[in-house]
């Protein structure tokens, strides 16, 4: 289960990306302050977008990966109605319940390729994990990596696990190859064998039941196809289970010199 918190001010909009992510105050109702990068079920996305992030930033997480911790943040749209700008006013308004938030990670720059080294074994397994989740949101134009006390840390899983949106195709969609050719680490001379020999072991019904737990039930139930939100955990751990053991054979990296 996620840690759940509760927003107490909107600070401002995190203006980079595309789903209008925001930097939020919350309260853990033991008088604790925190700032957290919040996510919004009301975003343009949906909640698809904050299911893929908990259960790929978990997974990462689980497999030695950086990436920000998670939290519930419960909004109350009461909170937007301070808010001079329409379209912030408008998406709070819209996220009342539980949204996601992400351990902010003050000072971190985003990832410029020209500048930072990123050593072949680290490379290999940022992309054999991107692979596995078929997140096709880090290419160079777009990393959604950031660096932070000199570590490279992942963001921004909310568009991959393309297969959620059509789960009657989703296993045949999760059979297909992986093309790294644009992946913004490509041109680290990525270890991808040696990525593959450590991580696919690991991924196994278990570690993945154990992901798919931390998704909150409000982000599952009333699927198309689905009548509990533990058969869409299911649906996903065995989506990515099979994919696991053999994507490595099937990721592309021809052609990355960039
Ligand atoms: N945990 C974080 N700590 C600091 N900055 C962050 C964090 N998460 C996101 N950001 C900043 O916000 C921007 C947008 O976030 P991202 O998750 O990529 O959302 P999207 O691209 O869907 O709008 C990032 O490019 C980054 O600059
Ligand atoms: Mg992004």
Known sequence: MLTEVTAVRYVTPLREGGSLPGLVETDDGRGAHATYVMKFTGAGQGRKTLVAEVICGRLADRLGLRVPGLAGIRLDPVLGLGEPDQEVQQLLKSSGGLNLGMDYLPGALG????????????????????????????????????????????????????????????????????????????????????????????????????????????????????????????????????????????????????
Request: hydrophobic share 45%.
């Open 111 to 258: 990832f410029d390729p020209l500048a930072f080294e990123v050593d072949p074994l680290e490379a290999g397994r940022v992309i054999w994990f991107d692979a596995l989740i078929n997140n096709v949101d880090r290419s160079w134009r777009n990393p959604n990596l950031l660096v932070w006390h000199g570590d490279v840390w992942l963001i921004d899983h909310g568009a991959s696990m393309i297969w959620h949106h059509n789960w009657p195709t989703a296993s045949a969609a999760a059979g297909k190859p992986y093309d790294a050719t644009d992946h913004v680490l490509a041109r680290y001379a990525p270890d991808l064998a040696a990525a593959a020999a450590d991580l696919a072991p690991r991924v196994t019904a278990d570690l993945l039941a154990e992901v798919t737990a931390d998704v909150p039930d409000t982000w599952l139930t009333d699927e198309a196809g689905f009548d509990t939100p533990d058969e869409v955990r299911r649906a996903y751990a065995e989506t990515l289970l099979p994919r696991a053991k053999s994507i490595h054979e099937r990721i592309t990296l021809e052609g990355a010199a960039k």
